[in-house]
């Protein structure tokens, strides 16, 4: 096939990937999927009959795509989801990948009549969930998950790779050569892996941060430097025996949190080159797979994904989370989203490129059980998600921001921030409209309202309308209470009140006064007790917005925080025999 040949061909493969895409989210099929089967109907027993067998290209542009899939998903991650799912992430992304290699290995060697070696080749190659699926799927899913839950997930995605492949590497290895394992080598080459990846990923992001605030570039540069220097992250740790993936996920973790003035822009390219990879990534696995193939061993495959999805999976999250405060709806939760996606094809490559006999019955059960994985698990993310009462209100927030002064003090930092007004018949405060903008931002500044694309005159008496757009420059800590401005009737909804309550009280609000005013029984509480310690003692140290307990016949959900300060409370009065 000659160039013009190939990229027609590829450009026509993706244009109808993505305008397929628009299909798939009505019905509720992920987005991933489309991609993975317009490769496969590309491919030689396809309409598209193209014969592409070469792993070796595939594995390379696999590993290159998860680089960039990762480095943008670290800097859509929050440092504030590391407070309650740091821990709970890491024992997922190693214990659990163990625990799951061994469950799945065993039921595997003896479903398939093979050595224990290969089974447990196969149990790490599908034991780490995928970071490409994990992000897409949740972020497009339609559902907000509470902090707990959320952060869980995407950190463990990130964050589990170096064990799934060092598994991987191990286990393959040994199939070459025919040693012992040796539960020192291995513990000494994870600790390594996660140590060396750990601490360059920190310092490079660090490094590149320090770049981006004071290296003048034109603005279309600065992703393009951000993926170059994350791609250089990448290889380099993986070169020193480090965990490359970790290392560049750590890298975009640090610099989408930090105070950069074009990080909102960095981040729309990021997220174009992120899907690209994922779409390129995917057509090309589907490309390399023959379909055909796969009805070979398909009741095996099938089988062998059911224990996966609906056995290993779940006790070893059972297992991994027993330590920490997570309801069970969470823990059920938590062991659904355990997508499967490229990472485990991209895994299954490693003994087809080492030559191993059985190599191919691998990576195709790899194959079906990462399909079953997409179809069954994807699709029902959001559904599974409101089922098990995981899902918090989406809160108020803006809808563009801008950075005109970075510091590290963020009461020195100053943004122009956009809000979309969501209600009608609401006036801005006296305060705001009155403000005369000057050198020093101590109170929020109005610069403009922008009604039916046309900017007007704003004064006392201005009454917002619906779909009117705001313009303010502000302290990002005050966002928070500006949005809650536009938005007063719509936090006031049906949903919101339904979820946090009628009400709304100060965390430190006394629980005595709360039990006389709703009838609750004083017995136990004591005068200094407030409404958050009542929270903090049911519930534990980690809370997060969502998280709510009954006191008598009320029911109090915590609204809003600071760190680990409980700010707002929702209260809602609920039957007093429910």
Not at 96 to 122: E, K, N, P, R, S
Not at 217 to 246: C, D, K, T
Not at 559 to 577: A, P, S, V, W, Y
Request: net charge negative.
């Amino acid at each position: 096939m000659d160039t013009n040949s190939f990229i027609f061909l590829a450009g026509i493969l993706l244009l109808v990937s993505i305008l397929a895409s628009s299909f798939t989210v009505r019905v509720g099929l992920p987005l991933l999927l489309v991609f993975l089967g317009m490769g496969m109907l590309a491919g030689e027993e396809g309409i598209g009959q193209l014969d592409f067998d070469n792993p070796s290209l595939a594995f390379f542009v696999g590993n290159l795509a998860l680089a960039v899939i990762l480095l943008d998903g670290g800097m859509q991650t929050k440092t504030s989801t590391f407070r309650v799912a740091l821990w709970p992430s890491l024992s997922l992304a190693t214990l659990g990948v163990v625990f799951t290699t061994g469950a799945v290995g065993m039921f595997a060697a003896w479903l398939l009549d093979v050595q224990l070696i290969y089974g447990l080749l196969l149990g790490a190659t599908v034991g780490s969930t995928d970071a490409a699926a994990v992000f897409s799927l949740l972020r497009n899913s339609g559902v907000k998950l509470n902090e707990r839950v959320g952060g869980t997930l995407e950190i463990e995605s990130g964050a589990n790779d170096p064990m799934a492949i060092l598994l991987v590497a191990m286990l393959t290895g040994l199939l070459q050569s025919a040693d012992h394992l040796s539960i020192l080598s291995f513990l000494g080459q994870m600790l390594q892996q996660f140590a060396v990846g750990g601490v360059l990923g920190l310092l490079g992001g660090k490094l590149l941060l320090m770049i981006l605030r004071r290296v003048p570039l034109i603005e279309g540069l600065y992703a393009l430097l951000i993926i170059s220097f994350g791609l250089a992250i990448f290889s380099g740790v993986n070169m020193i025996g480090g965990s490359g993936f970790l290392a560049v996920y750590l890298v975009g973790l640090t610099v989408g949190n930090g105070r950069i003035k074009q990080l909102d822009a960095i981040s729309q390219v990021m997220d174009g080159l992120a899907w690209l990879a994922q779409a390129g990534m995917f057509l090309l696995l589907g490309l390399l797979v023959t379909p055909s193939s796969l009805l070979t061993h398909g009741w095996q495959a099938i089988a062998i994904a059911a224990f996966l999805i609906f056995v290993a999976r779940p006790l070893a999250v059972m297992v991994c989370l027993l330590p920490f405060d997570f309801r069970w709806p969470e823990r059920f939760y938590i062991s659904w989203v355990g997508l499967r996606g490229a990472v485990p094809i991209v895994l299954a490559l490693y003994p087809i490129i080492a030559g191993l006999s059985n190599s191919e019955l691998l990576f195709e059960i790899t194959f079906t059980v990462v399909l079953i994985s997409l179809l069954l698990q994807g699709s029902t993310v959001p559904v599974v998600a409101r089922w098990l009462k995981v899902v918090v209100p989406p809160a108020p927030a803006p809808t563009t921001r801008f950075s005109l002064i970075d510091d590290a003090d963020s009461h020195h930092s100053l943004e122009l921030y956009e809000f979309l007004v969501q209600t009608e018949k609401v006036r801005i405060p006296a305060s705001i409209v009155q403000n005369v903008p000057s050198a020093t931002v101590s109170t929020p500044q109005l610069v403009s309202l922008v009604r039916d694309q046309k900017p007007i005159v704003v004064n006392a008496d201005t009454v917002l309308q619906l779909g009117d757009r705001i313009w303010m420059l502000l302290h990002p800590e005050d966002v928070n209470d500006v949005a809650q401005i536009f938005s007063q009737q719509a936090s006031g909804s049906f949903l919101l009140q339904n979820f946090f309550g009628e009400f709304a009280i100060r965390g430190d609000a006394p629980l005595i006064d709360l039990a006389k005013v709703y009838g609750v029984p004083l017995e136990g509480i004591a005068p200094e007790d407030t409404a958050a310690e009542l929270l903090q003692r049911q519930l534990g140290k980690h809370l997060v917005v969502g998280d709510r307990v009954r006191f008598g016949n009320i029911r109090l959900t915590i609204r809003q925080m600071d760190g680990n300060q409980i700010e707002i409370i929702g209260l809602k009065l609920q039957d007093k025999q429910a």
